[in-house]
Nanobody, 126 residues
Framework: VQLQASGGGLVQAGGSLRLSCAASGNSGSINTMAWYRQAPGKERELVASVTGTGTTNYADSVKGRFTISRDNAKNTVYLQMNSLKPEDTAVYYC?????????????????????WGKGTLVTVSS
């Protein structure tokens, strides 16, 4: 399974960006997918996850501003980011689990998530 993320860039505070992550290979439409981010000098954190049936979870810091969605026909997950803040600046990574790997694992044991894409940099200027 390969994950290809795109959509990062430089945006002013208050602006919007949409990240995309396409899965190829033996990926399953029922597998949970997620976005993580890692800012310089900080630990990786889960931003949002979405199960194969569409159940979503968000970090408190992005609730109401970010929306995760997926298109199972295209094996693609999206992250719509609105009202961006400088503290959202980070490298964003998409990730996908195997069948049965639920969102709790994504939140508590990210090292157990098997598939990761290369990061895409999001920079929010003040």
């Amino acid at each position: 399974v390969q994950l290809q993320a795109s959509g990062g860039g430089l945006v002013q505070a208050g602006g919007s960006l949409r990240l995309s992550c396409a899965a190829s290979g033996n990926s399953g439409s029922i597998n949970t997918m997620a976005w993580y981010r890692q800012a310089p000098g900080k630990e990786r954190e889960l931003v949002a996850s979405v199960t194969g049936t569409g159940t979503t979870n968000y970090a408190d810091s992005v609730k109401g501003r970010f929306t995760i969605s997926r298109d199972n026909a295209k094996n693609t997950v999206y992250l719509q980011m609105n009202s961006l803040k400088p503290e959202d600046t980070a490298v964003y990574y998409c990730a996908m689990g195997d069948s049965g790997l639920g969102p709790v694992v994504f939140m508590r044991v990210p090292s157990a998530v098997p598939y990761w894409g290369k990061g895409t940099l999001v920079t929010v200027s003040s």
